[in-house]
């Protein structure tokens, strides 16, 4: 059991490029979820699966989000035409049942 | 969506000096977590409390569910510099995603 594993851990992109993140779960959990955390706040839920299938989507996630988890096993998060407010740590969690093992996060830095 | 509130934002103390965080709800919650974060870091998971007026130890810290299971604090003794960091509540929503309060800072001067 390696734990969540997430990468990068640290993207500059520049304002209007387009991003990618992968989160790799522990290989037994079936729900896998992201989550966005601001500085000095609290995390905030964006979506989750069960296995391939997305379940819920949060307000915050915007058009410019996507989130696949092609076969049940890795997750990718993607945004679109970054904007300077999406900076934030983007943190995946895996679980089987409620709460979960977070990842170390990536954190956007979006100029 | 049920609401976490934590108090206080920010803790300073000395080492060896104890402290309470608290996390209050106006909802009932099957069951709360603590996590604790380092800077750079994912949470990490203390502690899950699920029994209304549940109390349960982990060395120096002291968790304590609410009997109303609305409300749960985190109490530390003898603080050391190592418990530095940032300590969230938790409580599960429909699809056992999560929600979190804002968070305490605690720093602990050695």
């Known amino acids: 059991d390696t734990g969540v594993s997430q990468n990068p851990r640290h993207k500059i992109t520049k304002r209007g490029q387009n991003v990618t993140f992968r989160c790799d779960p522990i290989s037994e959990h079936n729900r896998l979820y992201w989550y966005r955390q601001t500085l000095g706040q609290g995390p905030e839920f964006l979506t989750y699966f069960q296995n391939e299938a997305q379940l819920e989507k949060s307000r915050l996630l915007s058009d410019r989000f996507s989130a696949e988890r092609p076969k049940g096993s890795f997750s990718t998060l993607e945004i679109q035409r970054t904007e300077q407010g999406d900076s934030a740590m983007y943190l995946c969690?895996?679980?089987?049942?409620?709460?979960?093992?977070f990842g170390s996060g990536t954190r956007l830095t979006v100029v | 969506t049920q609401l976490l509130e934590q108090s206080p934002q920010f803790l300073s103390i000395q080492e060896g000096e104890n402290l309470t965080v608290y996390c209050n709800s106006s909802?009932?919650?099957?069951?709360l977590q603590w996590y604790r974060q380092e800077p750079g870091e994912g949470p990490v998971l203390l502690v899950t409390?699920?029994?209304?007026?549940e109390v349960k130890k982990l060395k120096r810290l002291t968790f304590q569910f609410g009997d109303a299971r609305k409300d749960s604090s985190l109490h530390i003794t003898a603080a050391q510099p190592g418990d530095t960091g940032l300590y969230l509540c938790a409580g599960p929503q429909a699809g056992n995603k999560l929600t979190f309060g804002g968070g305490t800072r605690v720093l602990v001067k050695p």
């Open positions: 969690a895996s679980s089987l049942v409620a709460g979960g093992t």
């Open positions: 409390v699920v029994t209304g007026g």
């Open positions: 909802s009932v919650f099957s069951s």
